[in-house]
Each structure stands twice: as C-alpha cells, then as structure tokens.
C-alpha cells in the first residue's frame, strides 16, 4: 500500500468505524482515538496491507482496540449495561429505549455482531474477518442475539400490554 492507496482507505472507510467504534463504546473522545491509533497501526503496517483487505484489517484493528480498551477500563469491574450507544434514532423514544435495554443484554460479541450486520450492513464473511470466525460461527451468534433480543422485547411487551 503506498500513500495514495493510504488515502483512499481514509476516504473510504474512516466514517463506517467511527460509528463502529462509537456505538461500542458511546465516547466520541474514545471513538476518535482507536480510529486514530488503528490508521496508524495501518500506516505502519502500509507494506503487508493491500488497499483490497486494508477494510477487513482496519476493523480487525479497531476490534482489537475495542477489546483492549474495555478491559483496561472495567478491570475487574461488571459491564455497565447502560454504557452503550442507541442503535436506533428513527423510531418513537418508548420503542427505542427498549430496543437499547434488548440490546444492552446481549454478550459483547453478539452486540458487535448486531451492530456490523444491520446497522452497517456488512456481510457474514467481513464479519467473519474483523472478528477472527468463519461465516457459520457468524451466522450462529447473530441467530442467537436476534432470538435474545426478539424474546426480551416479547416478555416487554407482554408486560406493557
């Protein structure tokens, strides 16, 4: 990768993991800052990375940031449910407050996986790549978190009905 291709990959994919990164974490200050360190990481690595997989390692990076971060800030302590970002902004308040707690619940992986598939619409094999599965293990955790999440907001309703 030389600095034109260096670039492009800026262009092309900075906004996509800053609203990764910032969904995960719900800090923009934090968001900015592993997207930074991860095209850095990228610069440094431009020789091994071709522009074509520059996408799935750029990710890879920020996950890795992503799992880093979070487990030099809840050191020992249990995750804060209420600490991440709402995923939906285009619904009622009421029905987006309850997708969020559904969603809070879900095991980090599962959340991640969610947030890549239907909010940034990648597909299961560039899943499979930034997290390190093969698509069937990404197809099982979001068959999984979605089914989490359907009987949560299920049992919710029940209960405002």
């Not at 934090?30 to 071709?50: C, F, G, H, T």
């Not at 799935?56 to 990076?61: C, E, G, M, P, Y």
């Not at 308040?93 to 890549?116: H, S, T, V």
């Not at 978190?145 to 405002?160: E, F, N, P, T, Y």
Request: proline fraction near 2%; charge should be positive.
């Amino acid at each position: 990768m030389n600095r034109k291709d260096y670039n492009i990959a800026v262009k092309e994919y900075s906004g996509r993991l800053f609203r990764y990164v910032l969904k995960c974490l719900g800090s923009k200050e934090d968001a900015n800052d592993i997207v930074q360190e991860s095209y850095e990481k990228l610069w440094k690595n431009r020789k091994k990375v071709p522009l074509e997989k520059s996408k799935s390692w750029l990710f890879t990076t920020a996950h890795n940031l992503l799992i880093n971060h979070t487990k030099k800030h809840r050191a020992g302590l249990i995750e804060d449910e209420n600490c991440r970002e709402p995923m939906v902004s285009s619904v009622s308040y009421e029905l987006k407050d309850l997708i969020e707690k559904a969603l809070n619940g879900l095991p980090e992986l599962q959340y991640q996986i969610i947030l890549l598939r239907d909010l940034e619409g990648y597909s299961y094999k560039e899943i499979g790549e930034i997290l390190h599965l093969n698509e069937s293990q990404v197809k099982v955790y979001l068959f999984r978190a979605r089914q989490k999440v359907r009987l949560k907001l299920k049992d919710i309703s029940v209960l405002v009905a």
